[in-house]
């Protein structure tokens, strides 16, 4: 890959970005460092506010740290199993295919955008694969047709999908207000069906909207003309994950065989159609068995899943550290009698039609704080749904508005677009002026949203 584009060159808005770009890379920590500071904000806060005692804020973090585990579990698995789906052969081939498909610059950028979008709808761990897999594929074979991609526009773009990830099918503060026996179950008064949330006629008019306005800003800042153009300077596409599929006792012949994991697939795809039948609904646990029901099936043998399992589990554990500690955060809040406090005080300067909205502008602000989609929806839907109840307000409206705002600010948060970025071998400040254009354009339609059914 080459480098980034000259002081001069570049559009008038990516341009005007370099300052930030060069403060997010000099002064934003890594992710766990984040959540490590926000730990000692929430005691500080705990102990100025509450007038809690440090054994009390200490004990109440302790705690707490095991308190998500089955929740901890459940996200790990929405993101394994999306690293793995991305990097099946079949999946892979439809890269392939893809990636063939734009014919000019302009054309390339927006059409990685809505295959990256739908793949995040499907599920965030797709998504966040897909985009970069892809980039880097329209990319090469751009290369070798003559076409010249601006290769950090394309990274955008892919990143750019993620922006609705929290609206669809693995949004994982719907699923959990959904799930029976969840963190929020009490507060709901049982499970919230995700037909109130998710698959609401609201939510699905604001997820085409929203990538509508998202595909015609990238559109609009895509450079053109005499812009600095960066290639993908060699082909550096990733190959399928190796496979150690060497026979040589009859135990490596069934490991080589497709039998065990398609009998395991067909009989996963038998409950989940028993499930359903029978009145079950769509909740985190549904979804990841869903995915691992089609891994099986696609795979061709118990030595590629775990080849590909082994793969993924390399992406996975620098987040799944900082779920423990986003749970003692809740313990705080919770122990000390924190989350209470915020909650009347968000609640004095909402109103019922202003609540959402408002609700949508804080999550967007927490997310800097806390990037994880699970993580900060176990810190703050507790205090949003206690602020809905006292002002009279539709409990789907404040787990909508936590969703919105998390997905939102990921555009300026580098944590989720760490596996896009290492598969595109780019750095956050690459792609930061394009993704604050998908953040101002999708923020119009997230708070016009909330503020519309608030009314």
Known sequence: ?????????????????????????????????????????????????????PLLIV???????????????????????????ANTRPVRKLLRFLGRIP?????????????????????????????????????AQGRERGIRFHFPMLVAAGFAGFVVWHMGYSGSGPLTAATPDSFIAKQLGGPLSISETTFSSWNMIATVATILLVALALYLVAPRGDDKIVELATDSREDLVAIDDTVTTPADRLDASRLPTLLLGAMLVAYLVIHFSTGGTLTLDIVNWSFLALILLVVRSPFELMALTKHAASNVG?????????????????????????????????????????????????????PSGGGQFAVQAPIMLTAAAELGVDPAIPIMAVAYGDQWTNMIQPFWALPLLAIAGLKMRDILGYTTIVLIASGVVFAATLFIVSL
């Open 1 to 53: 890959m080459s480098k980034t584009a000259p002081p001069h060159g570049g559009t008038a808005i990516s341009r005007a970005m370099r300052p930030i770009n060069n403060l997010v890379e000099r002064f934003i920590p890594s992710a766990l460092v984040f959540a490590i500071v926000l730990t000692f904000i929430v005691a500080i806060l705990a102990l100025l506010v509450t007038g809690s005692g």
């Open 103 to 139: 014919k000019a610059p302009l054309q390339g950028y927006v059409f990685v955008f809505l295959v990256a979008a739908v793949a995040s709808l499907i599920t965030w761990g797709l998504g966040l694969v897909v985009g970069g897999l892809l980039a880097r594929e329209v990319a």
């Open 318 to 370: 620098e987040i799944l550290l900082q779920f423990p500690l986003y749970a003692g955060i809740l313990g705080i809040m919770t122990g000390t009698g924190l989350i209470q406090i915020l909650s009347d005080v968000f609640v004095s300067i909402s109103t019922p039609q202003t609540f959402g909205m408002l609700a949508f502008l804080s999550a967007g602000l927490v997310n800097f704080f806390v």
């Open 59 to 85: 004990q109440s973090w302790g705690d707490g740290l095991s308190g998500l585990l089955a929740f901890i579990t459940q996200m790990a698995l929405v993101l394994m199993l999306g690293f793995i789906l």
